[in-house]
């Protein structure tokens, strides 16, 4: 049933993050009605978020070298009420807050920073440094991690004030190493989900991700991100004189005609309605002009959204290698694919209730979006048996966006050095996206449904 409109003027006059008006247990969700009175008491607690928030940014750490990003986590979720364990993957945290019997409920946030220079020009833009595969580097927040962190925390906030809303137990998990593909895996080998009780549903949000606007919520059904794939191939030669190749095998011409002629792969072999690429971002062959080498080596990125493409790319590029080494006479290639993160694929069960729910709240606001080709390693914490739900929030102000899509400057996308998301409306609708998000898993998983 509806909230009687008194309880819901109550609602929003009396609502604050530490101090929250209860609501029948198991009581439809008034979407609407909670959603202005989260945003009321976002208002209220706003500015030690914005400190939050701008502290990591300007002081972002890589993969598995987040500690003080973990410890300045561990601390704040302390201090309203969760357990909290460190150093769980190496640099992850976990949080449990216990309200009674009832489902466990996950939500997820990324720590991680990317190795690059941040030219936003921002008052808290970060200058910070550290060493990154034996060199220098400067280190950014350019995908948007710490507006995660923020929503993170605030969502947790906003749920301890509504305990008497919910039973169950929230898990909140900061999780390290997301942009090197490690970070999940990391933690469910260190015992996520045998030190720790395993969740009957999980959520993580992303910021940014396309053209929609702060205040947005973004939904993809079913498969939301690909898999992720390393290839490594040793084209063997044999070196010699550039003057004199008929005397040589050459690697480079070997190499040169698998990159082209592994694309038809994709053009001749793979279903053409879905989805599948291939490309090469590293070819290291040679120390001069004038030398044929001994070998060439390639690297690249395999990327698909269905199991049987993904099967059929990996046979496609070996014989494409070994053919290309056969026709040059040449000894059999090394070829290595390893096996990366999983494509993302999202409950129907678990999106659809919270959908329900987003729609009443945000209106023409919340938008469906087709699958992106960037890779998650959430999914492994799906393919572990964690039914889930993965959405993205807008970042940009809505004239910017508008702008954009009529001719304007092309807005900054995540990991562009010029990446800024509008902290304070990207951050609000982060905490209330999330916290309806939860709410409606918690009513779905008491009804039995």
Not at 106 to 124: Q, S
Not at 295 to 312: N, P, S
Not at 323 to 349: F, Q, R, S, Y
Request: glycine share 10%.
């Amino acid at each position: 049933m509806r909230f009687a409109k008194p309880l819901l003027t109550a609602l929003a006059t009396a609502f604050s993050l530490g101090n929250i008006v209860a609501l029948p247990a198991h009581a439809e969700i008034d979407a609407a009605g909670l959603k202005q009175s989260i945003e009321t008491s976002f208002e209220r607690e706003y500015p030690k978020l914005d400190a939050l928030y701008k502290d990591i940014h300007a002081h972002p750490e890589l993969a598995f070298q987040e500690e003080k990003t973990a410890a300045k986590l561990a601390a704040e979720m302390r201090a309203i009420g969760f357990e909290v364990t460190e150093k769980v993957g190496r640099t992850g945290l976990v949080a449990l807050y216990k309200n009674g019997d009832g489902p466990i409920i996950m939500v997820r946030t990324e720590l991680d920073a990317l190795p690059m220079e941040e030219k936003t020009g921002l008052p808290y833009a970060s200058r910070d440094k550290t060493t990154w595969q034996g060199r220098e580097t400067f280190v950014a927040h350019s995908c948007g991690h710490d507006i995660h962190m923020a929503s993170w925390f605030g969502t947790a906030k906003t749920l301890v004030g509504l305990k008497d809303r919910w039973k169950g137990t929230l898990m909140f998990i900061a999780q390290p190493g997301e942009e090197v593909g490690a970070g999940a895996m990391a933690m469910l080998m260190d015992g996520l989900f045998t030190r720790f009780p395993k969740p009957d549903v999980g959520f993580a949000l992303h910021s940014g991700g396309g053209p929609f606007p702060y205040g947005s919520v973004v939904f993809t059904p079913g498969v939301r991100s690909s898999s992720a794939d390393a290839l490594f191939i040793r084209f063997k030669g044999r070196g010699g004189h550039g003057a004199s190749p008929q005397a040589t095998i050459d690697p480079v011409t070997m190499a040169s005609r698998f990159v082209v002629d592994v694309q038809s792969v994709i053009s001749r072999e793979k279903d053409p309605t879905k989805f599948g690429v291939i490309s090469i971002g590293s070819f290291h062959a040679g120390t001069s002009g004038n030398i044929i080498p001994d070998e060439a080596v390639l690297q690249g990125t395999i990327r698909t959204f269905d199991a049987d493409v993904r099967a059929k790319m990996h046979d496609g590029i070996k014989r494409t290698a070994k053919a290309v080494a056969d026709m040059a006479d040449a000894p059999a290639p090394d070829i290595m694919i390893t096996e990366g993160v999983k494509a993302l694929v999202n409950d129907a069960v678990v999106g659809a209730t919270a959908e329900k729910v987003l729609k009443v709240a945000f209106g023409d606001r919340f938008n469906f979006a087709p699958p992106v080709t960037a890779s998650e390693d959430y999914s492994e914490y799906i393919n572990s048996g964690v039914p889930s739900m993965f959405f993205n929030i807008g970042v940009y102000d809505p004239e910017v966006v508008a702008a954009s899509l009529n001719g304007g400057p092309p807005l900054p996308g995540n990991h562009s050095p010029l990446y800024a998301p509008v902290p304070k409306p990207t951050i609000q609708t982060g905490v209330t996206a999330m916290t309806l998000a939860v709410l409606s898993a918690f009513d779905q998983r008491a009804k039995g449904q």
